[in-house]
């Protein structure tokens, strides 16, 4: 019997060992920045407020901070060739464990704003002028939040990640194909690699990462810019569908790729509960910033380009109204 105790137990010590060390080598490939206290990142009466996520000034509504964490998330064309690219995808994931939801704000990056210490500018551009910590203080600013952690992503990890999970299935509309094949093909071009292939005709198709990445980068066919952000929002519910259905080791294997693969300042044992969820049950919800009917489509002279450019200017306190209305929990 003491035997069989003692075969346990050395099971379970070396089960254990082989954990840690494979923790270890998943967190030494993810590029860890500094954190970011509410200060540094522009937030405004902390001690004040009982929001997690939302500063209590917007419309005194309240958003539960019991386990819901915010996080900005930056998707990055780091082949453009700038040491600090500007970000081409802007998001907020809200995840709150307590109601098992999901919840991801698109926010446009043509939205014009008032960059500390550069003056108009577009949204995108504060990542490239400050990164992550100058982006985040501006989205703080004009949505009235208090995000302090963020990720980035370079948009070749998004190829990965679609690949690992053995691709998507999207329907192309007939108005997306010219778009859809030039953005392939400039993706074959650039990134190399055996390539993706193009389309002839509208349909649903099973997508591989290149497809995808080219599908999610559409912007001249449709609505614009405001389209493209609703591909990108379609394409997340259809990998989160997918992902909620992988066996483990698929999973596991998709956590490998996603970490070695980002930069973030969120903590490792923070990311480890994360990445440990079990979102089987949980709901993906949607929204986009500006909201229907809160902004203007109009042209700005930005200085530092010397240039009048096509921007969106928003109603900020409406917006700010709507996006706490998306965001608290029940």
């Given at each position: 019997?003491?035997?069989?105790f003692?075969g346990?137990l050395?099971?379970v010590?070396?089960a254990?060992?082989?954990?840690?060390?494979y923790?270890?080598?998943l967190?030494s490939?993810?590029?860890f920045t500094?954190?970011?206290?509410?200060?540094d990142?522009?937030?405004q009466n902390?001690?004040?407020s009982?929001i997690?996520?939302?500063t209590?000034?917007?419309?005194?509504?309240k958003?539960?901070?019991s386990q819901q964490?915010?996080?900005a998330v930056f998707g990055v064309d780091?082949?453009i060739?700038y040491e600090i690219p500007?970000?081409?995808?802007?998001?907020i994931v809200?995840l709150d464990?307590?109601?098992k939801?999901?919840?991801?704000?698109s926010?446009?990056?043509?939205?014009?704003v008032?960059?500390?210490?550069y003056g108009?500018?577009?949204?995108?551009?504060?990542?490239?002028?400050?990164?992550?910590?100058?982006a985040?203080t501006?989205?703080?600013?004009?949505?009235g939040?208090?995000i302090?952690k963020?990720?980035?992503?370079?948009?070749?990890?998004?190829?990965k990640?679609?690949?690992?999970?053995?691709?998507v299935?999207?329907?192309i509309?007939?108005?997306?194909?010219?778009?859809?094949?030039?953005s392939?093909?400039?993706?074959?071009?650039v990134?190399?690699?055996?390539p993706?292939?193009?389309i002839?005709?509208?349909?649903?198709?099973r997508?591989n990462?290149r497809?995808?990445?080219a599908y999610a980068?559409?912007?001249?066919?449709?609505?614009g810019?405001?389209?493209r952000?609703s591909r990108?929002r379609?394409l997340?519910?259809?990998i989160?569908e997918?992902?909620k259905?992988?066996?483990?080791?698929?999973?596991?294997?998709?956590?490998?790729?996603?970490f070695?693969?980002?930069?973030?300042?969120i903590?490792?044992?923070?990311?480890?509960?994360l990445a440990?969820?079990?979102?089987?049950?949980?709901?993906?919800?949607?929204?986009?910033?500006?909201v229907?009917?809160?902004?203007?489509?109009?042209?700005?002279?930005i200085?530092?380009?010397?240039?009048n450019?096509?921007?969106?200017?928003i109603?900020?306190?409406k917006?700010?109204q709507?996006?706490v209305?998306f965001l608290k929990t029940?």
């Amino acid at each position: 019997m003491r035997k069989v105790f003692t075969g346990i137990l050395i099971s379970v010590g070396v089960a254990t060992l082989v954990g840690i060390i494979y923790l270890n080598y998943l967190f030494s490939k993810i590029k860890f920045t500094n954190t970011f206290s509410p200060e540094d990142v522009g937030v405004q009466n902390t001690q004040n407020s009982k929001i997690y996520g939302v500063t209590s000034e917007i419309d005194k509504r309240k958003i539960s901070n019991s386990q819901q964490l915010m996080v900005a998330v930056f998707g990055v064309d780091k082949r453009i060739g700038y040491e600090i690219p500007r970000s081409d995808t802007i998001m907020i994931v809200a995840l709150d464990q307590k109601n098992k939801t999901i919840k991801i704000v698109s926010v446009m990056r043509d939205i014009l704003v008032e960059i500390p210490n550069y003056g108009k500018e577009k949204l995108n551009s504060a990542y490239a002028l400050g990164g992550p910590k100058l982006a985040i203080t501006v989205l703080n600013k004009i949505l009235g939040l208090s995000i302090t952690k963020y990720v980035s992503i370079d948009f070749k990890t998004f190829e990965k990640i679609v690949d690992s999970i053995g691709g998507v299935d999207v329907e192309i509309k007939d108005y997306e194909v010219e778009q859809f094949n030039i953005s392939t093909r400039e993706l074959n071009r650039v990134n190399g690699g055996v390539p993706a292939e193009t389309i002839q005709e509208p349909g649903v198709y099973r997508l591989n990462g290149r497809q995808a990445l080219a599908y999610a980068r559409i912007r001249y066919a449709g609505n614009g810019d405001f389209e493209r952000t609703s591909r990108q929002r379609y394409l997340l519910s259809k990998i989160f569908e997918k992902v909620k259905t992988l066996p483990i080791d698929k999973k596991m294997y998709l956590i490998e790729i996603i970490f070695e693969n980002i930069e973030t300042n969120i903590r490792p044992s923070e990311l480890l509960s994360l990445a440990l969820i079990n979102i089987t049950n949980y709901k993906l919800e949607t929204f986009r910033i500006p909201v229907s009917g809160f902004f203007e489509e109009t042209t700005e002279f930005i200085e530092r380009e010397n240039t009048n450019l096509w921007v969106l200017k928003i109603d900020i306190e409406k917006n700010k109204q709507e996006l706490v209305k998306f965001l608290k929990t029940r």
